[in-house]
């Protein structure tokens, strides 16, 4: 069995560990009569059709937490209870079978459904079945775009859309993608939209530059070509602008929140104001039609946690349809009615015209001259690495689930899990998790979420482990490598959940001075600062580990004696194959220059740390302060941290190091390790000083002798390259207003500058924002600490501090550099960001072992193995380059699935979608017309059928 052809694309397969030979009963969907489109209400097509779409949207964490929220707890922060919402809108739903609403957010509907009996479950059932209550988007969040990784957002959206399929059938699957609230929107989002089987997708925020542009264009309704590697139209997703945001139109706010007057019908009474409501509500449809380019629009009829008392938003729309199409008896040429957004949808496509088309994506969103949304991309930097480091963790645990079978859940550490480390990973891609924008208390409590989740993988993942290797030995998991705090054991192991073996430097605390297998470093001033009592190693160990695809290896680490290393101490030094040489100014103690050795490149090279100072929004262009949204500098010029940096060097066979110390605040390590092809800035920043009253926004930036041109690239959740243009954007002419924010960019996993020689490719450890202000050069934010709200309803200026850092919090994160010719660039940066993603997790293992039986092609990733049932696997494979991005792996690959694990065996292959809530072959999609004329992207690559066995 073979996939035959190569597509950038992921596909899915379950794989059959039973003794039950055969392929899954693809079971016939039982076409329900009513939902779905089918469900829709009858339009009128001379007229204008106003869509109406109830709906509530409940954000899964942000001004309180996730939990707080579903039960209406703590109403004096805000007034919120997502209970309330389902429990009132289900009893509406019932008394007028027109009615419709939408629900979005499945970590509520979950919960909820969870504590209903089951005469309620069957009524909300029945009401799914007719189409009046129905899901959109179904992800476990609305995830964020700017700063979440595909990886994850695949799996949150997963774990959504699998609850509503298992709990509804067909009828409960989503038609239409909805983000409504997300600022700003990822190219890599609309694929994997369109690879999960949505036939359009709505959204509410979006440049007003653009905004406006496309008004005037009637533009607003486009065909968003979101792959340059996939054939059109696997990647193309019919994208809407909604039309106010996501809020009702002005005057016509019906929930209890709000202060709009309700429609007031008996003409005995005082203050009749039909005629007023109706004369009002046809202006604005008719302005509203002006903008769009059918006779169907859509109006979103609720706002964040509304609906908590449905009946007042309902009872209005009843008597606004009702008054509003009387007017048609006296020549009225609008109709409203109940809507959803498929029921819009469709609409759109049967009107059967073409859409103009979309390739670039939707970042930077602004919404006004001076308040650029790029601030968030860098928001709460320790929260963005711990959920990385949670996914790259997760994708463990998954694995040990299935190689460990049953035993893995329940064995001799206790009852392990992976479920409860997937929900935290679910809830932390909500727009206001990873994305740093909510208060500091939900802050910790994502944070909680997912350490609670960690506990509950290292039982599975011992479980596993010992059942693998007979032995019940206590594992142990160092949490805080970044900061040399670990319990030392004597052996140290290693996992590797990528599908080819790799080799990764390993640093543990020691006391002693010469070990077996490796060479001992001095604990740096840097580190020892930052630990703050949790450890008090002097010294680090440090030694190349080598583990097989999807497997571990171990190493025992045994201390040979005290005093300075003897020569014999350090293992005999494998010929090194140096890839790169740094210099550095022996004046200032920067980095200098930057060769690649093996294609004889030199690139002029400097780095340094700058800030930005924020604004307070004491300003006489705009009073915009800078804050957890927004970034906003005073001014363009960045203050220099200190011109030189005190340098410190070491060697030995694994590393060279050069340590730079810049201020008390600010440090970090340049590592050279041998052997690896990507030169490592390990940079320690804060507490960020205050004392001055002065909002600080900290940079690295690179400056190099590469002629960039103005462009650099910046990749999409961390998946495909865009390019971008300084002060440009492709699809519009844009009035640039703030030269520094307006050029900032969600750095998700990497981003690079290159001229025709030389490309620079910086990795990065989790989602930072950054720029190419000046030629030649990237500059990254590392960390914001602020002193003002800014206005977009956190309430909070984002200024962290924790029990172990009361003056400011302290972060650490690494930059990993490479240099290589434009032409191959890819083949060093793709697997050196996979491998930051999905890195090895050192733990306790007595053997070598390895769960497959053979290294995956390398433009081959593994991207998700995961237990689906008792006797099922969920495998996603991805090539991972894009089309002619690499002469040698941009290629079709073939990997033989049945002789790829090497404890299961492979008895049947069923394909899924992208998010494995439908079978392959039962997907189909509303097929949308690309406008001629509209700039196409060269796209090349076949997509070929795929067959199983
Ligand atoms: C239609 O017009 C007639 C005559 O102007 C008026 O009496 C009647 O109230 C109008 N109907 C509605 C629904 O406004
Ligand atoms: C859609 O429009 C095309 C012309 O652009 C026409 O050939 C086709 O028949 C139309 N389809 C329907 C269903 O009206
Ligand atoms: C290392 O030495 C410090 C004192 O210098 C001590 O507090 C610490 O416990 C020792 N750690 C180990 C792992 O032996
Ligand atoms: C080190 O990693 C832990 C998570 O394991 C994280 O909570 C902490 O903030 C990190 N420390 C620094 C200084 O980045
Ligand atoms: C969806 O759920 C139904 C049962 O409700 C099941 O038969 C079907 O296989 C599921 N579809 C997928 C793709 O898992
Ligand atoms: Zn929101």
């Not at 997760?394 to 329940?410: A, D, H, N, Y």
């Not at 390993?506 to 630990?531: C, E, F, K, M």
């Not at 030995?652 to 600010?666: D, T, Y």
């Not at 103005?710 to 990749?715: A, E, L, Q």
């Amino acid at each position: 069995m073979a996939t035959p052809e190569y597509t950038p694309f992921v596909f899915l397969l379950l794989l059959f560990q039973s003794s039950v030979w055969g392929f899954p009963v693809c079971q016939t969907p039982q076409e329900s009569p009513t939902c779905g489109y089918k469900s829709c209400h009858a339009t009128k097509p001379g007229m204008l059709n106003v869509h109406l779409v109830p709906h509530t949207h409940d954000d899964v964490g942000w001004l309180k937490t996730v939990d707080q929220y579903f039960y209406g707890d703590r109403n004096d922060i805000q007034h919120a209870g997502v209970q309330y919402i389902l429990d009132s809108v289900v009893d509406q739903l019932l008394k007028n079978p027109d009615r419709r609403f939408i629900y979005v957010e499945t970590a509520f509907f979950y919960r909820w459904w969870k504590q209903q009996t089951d005469d309620m479950q069957n009524t909300v059932k029945q009401l799914v079945n007719e189409g009046r209550l129905e899901f959109v988007n179904g992800g476990w969040c609305m995830s964020d775009e700017a700063t979440t990784h595909y990886s994850a957002v695949i799996d949150q959206m997963t774990m959504g859309l699998r609850f509503l399929n298992d709990t509804f059938g067909h009828c409960g699957r989503p038609r239409v993608a909805w983000h409504i609230d997300p600022f700003g929107h990822a190219r890599e989002h609309a694929s994997m939209f369109a690879q999960m089987g949505y036939d359009g997708f709505f959204f509410g925020r979006l440049d007003y530059q653009d905004r406006n542009r496309r008004m005037v264009a009637r533009e607003q309704e486009m065909l968003w070509r979101a792959s340059e590697s996939l054939t059109p139209p696997m990647a193309d997703l019919f994208t809407g602008i909604l039309p106010n945001g996501y809020n009702p139109p002005e005057g016509f706010c019906w929930d209890q929140s709000c202060d709009d007057p309700p429609i007031r019908d008996d003409p005995d009474l005082e203050d009749y104001n039909v005629d007023d409501v109706v004369t009002r509500f046809l202006h604005i449809a008719h302005g509203q039609a002006l903008v769009y380019k059918t006779n169907h629009i859509i109006m979103t009829m609720g706002s964040d946690f509304q609906y908590e008392n449905a009946n007042l938003w309902y009872k209005n729309l009843d008597k606004l349809i009702r008054y509003v199409n009387q007017m048609q008896s006296n020549g009225s040429e609008v109709n409203v009615l109940y809507s959803t957004p498929s029921c819009y949808l469709q609409e759109l496509h049967r009107a059967n015209l073409t859409w103009p088309l979309k390739g670039d994506d939707f970042f930077p969103y602004a919404d006004s001259a001076h308040d650029f949304w790029t601030g968030y991309f860098t928001s709460r930097p320790a929260l963005k690495r711990y959920e990385r480091i949670s996914n790259s963790y997760l994708q463990t645990c998954k694995q040990l689930e299935v190689l460990g079978g049953p035993i893995s859940r329940k064995g001799p550490f206790g009852a392990g899990d992976s479920e409860t480390l997937k929900k935290a990973m679910a809830v932390a891609q909500h727009h206001d998790a990873v994305s740093g924008t909510e208060k500091q208390h939900v802050a910790n409590d994502y944070a909680r979420k997912l350490a609670n989740g960690w506990a509950h993988c290292q039982v599975l993942v011992s479980n596993t482990l010992s059942s693998l290797s007979g032995s019940s030995a206590p594992r142990v998991y160092c949490e805080h490598l970044n900061i040399s705090v670990c319990p030392l054991t004597e052996t140290m192991n290693v996992y590797n959940p990528l599908a080819r073996p790799v080799s990764w430097p390993v640093r543990l605390p020691v006391n002693g001075t010469a070990y077996r297998i490796s060479d001992v470093v001095p604990v740096s001033q840097a580190t020892a600062a930052v630990r703050r009592g949790r450890g008090y190693a002097v010294n680090e160990l440090l030694f190349q580990v080598q583990a097989p695809p999807l497997g571990y290896s171990t190493y025992s680490v045994s201390l040979l004696q005290n005093g300075p290393p003897s020569p014999q101490s350090s293992p005999l030094p494998r010929a090194p194959k140096a890839f790169l040489r740094v210099t550095f100014d022996p004046e200032t103690g920067l980095l200098s220059s930057l060769s690649n050795l093996e294609t004889q490149q030199t690139v002029k090279l400097s780095q340094n740390f700058y800030w930005y100072n924020a604004s307070d929004g004491n300003n006489s262009e705009s009073i915009q302060m800078s804050g957890a949204y927004i970034f906003r500098p005073n001014t363009s010029t960045p203050f220099i941290i200190s011109k030189t940096a005190k340098i410190e060097t070491l060697q030995n066979s694994v590393v060279q190091e050069v340590r730079q110390w810049f201020s008390p605040w600010v440090s970090q390590v340049v590592r050279l390790y041998t052997d690896s092809r990507a030169l490592e800035l390990e940079w320690t920043v804060g507490p960020v000083p205050i004392g001055d009253d002065l909002g600080k926004e900290v940079i690295s930036r690179l400056d190099s002798s590469i002629n960039s041109s103005g462009v650099f690239y910046t990749d999409s959740n961390g998946r495909e390259m865009l390019q971008r243009r300084k002060d440009y954007r492709p699809t519009w002419n844009l009035r640039q207003s703030e030269p520094i924010a307006g050029n900032y960019y969600p750095i998700n996993s990497r981003a690079y500058i290159k001229d025709d020689k030389d490309q620079l490719t910086v990795v990065t450890d989790r989602s930072q924002g950054g720029g190419s202000i000046q030629d030649g050069s990237l500059e990254i934010m590392l960390h914001r600490r602020l002193l003002y709200d800014d206005v977009r309803g956190v309430g909070e200026p984002l200024n962290e501090m924790s029990d172990i850092y009361p003056e400011g919090l302290v972060v650490r994160g690494r930059h990993l550099l490479s240099l290589s010719p434009p032409a191959t660039a890819a083949d060093t940066h793709r697997p050196l960001a996979q491998e930051v993603v999905l890195q090895p997790s050192s733990m306790d293992f007595e053997k070598e072992f390895s769960g497959l039986q053979a290294v995956l092609p390398p433009a081959v990733h593994l991207l998700t193995v995961s237990q689906w049932d008792q006797d099922t696997v969920l495998l996603r494979l991805e090539h991972q380059y894009q089309a002619s991005e690499s002469k040698e792996h941009s290629q079709p690959v073939t990997v033989n699935l049945q002789k790829l694990f090497s404890t299961l065996d492979v008895l049947g292959v069923s394909e899924m979608n992208l998010s494995a809530n439908q079978w392959k072959d039962e997907m189909t999609r509303l097929d949308w017309k690309a406008e001629s004329g509209t700039h196409h992207t060269g796209v090349t690559n076949q997509l070929s059928a795929y067959s199983a066995l």
